[in-house]
């Protein structure tokens, strides 16, 4: 796929890995090409990637929903693959295993099975969307994962010719670069504070309230970064009656109880609608 660098995704069994639980058996619903649903269990303690930025190891009680990047299944999307977190983050990656073991209980007995990645549409995670109560800070990078910041923990350093300061993104207001190389920034602070400024570092380690505990992002790879007050709690059931008024193919519903992105997804849109018009 062009523009996307190689990502491994893999999913370690607790068995295999020999790490402490911290989500135990997850419980799952996946839907394959054909429309077949198979709704069970998945003994699985982390997801990891391999990016180009790093290994990460993503906690399986905060997955929402795994898919292909592209197209109807993984096989056609080229195994590339976006996982969901359930508070609306956002990762790309490509699926390494040929298959995933799903524990099925039918007629008193536990079925082991093999589900062939090749045929996965959607693996959907039991559990509900999780919206903030606060402003977020969203990033989005070259290689199309769009995560939120952890406010109140990352700090970016700005430097102009007179001053340099550091502060938290809970204290940024608007941040929105003034050139097409991003050399320059126009940052605003809560306090009333306007500079225009550069950014000395190569990269920025952002910390996550999902996800891995930080990701360090070059500033070559941010698309775009910037605090939005409208992706809130308060606004997500805008967003979830936008999204269940769209029709959608009978095997595709929304089962009660499992997570679904439309609702984050849609908020998503509309929010960059907005900054990609400043």
């Known amino acids: 796929m062009k ?13 295999a890995c020999g790490c402490s639980a911290m989500g135990g058996y997850s419980e799952v619903r996946v839907t394959l090409n054909d429309g077949q649903v198979l709704v069970g269990t998945i003994a699985t303690e982390v997801f990891r990637l391999k990016t180009g930025l790093g290994t990460f190891d993503f906690d399986s009680r905060h997955a929402g929903e795994l898919g292909p990047l592209e197209g109807p299944d993984v096989e056609k999307s080229g195994r590339a693959v976006k996982l969901w977190l359930k508070n609306g983050s956002e990762f790309v990656g490509h699926w390494e295993k040929a298959s995933v073991a799903v524990l099925l209980e039918a007629g008193g007995s536990a079925v082991n099975i093999d589900v062939p990645i090749a045929k996965l549409k959607r693996l959907q995670f039991r559990g509900n969307d999780e919206w ?81 505990q930080t990701i360090s992002v070059p500033m070559a790879s941010i698309e775009f970064m910037d605090r939005q007050a409208m992706y809130r709690q308060a606004s997500s059931g805008i967003f979830h009656e936008r999204s269940a008024s769209k029709a959608m193919p009978q095997q595709d519903y929304d089962a009660p109880g499992y997570y679904s992105n439309a609702a984050q997804k849609a908020a998503k849109e509309s929010a960059g609608a907005q900054w990609k018009n400043k």
């Open 132 to 212: 903030s109560d606060e402003p977020v800070f969203r990033v989005i990078t070259a290689a199309g994962d769009d995560f939120f910041a952890a406010c109140t923990k990352t700090r970016i350093t700005f430097r102009n010719d007179f001053c340099e300061i550091s502060p938290f993104l809970s204290e940024i207001r608007q941040l929105y670069p003034q050139d097409e190389k991003k050399k320059t920034w126009r940052i605003e602070l809560e306090n009333g504070t306007a500079l225009n400024a550069e950014i000395p570092q190569s990269e920025i380690l952002f910390h996550l309230d999902m996800g891995p």
């Open 3 to 15: 523009g996307i660098p190689f990502f491994a995704v893999s999913i370690p069994m607790l068995a």
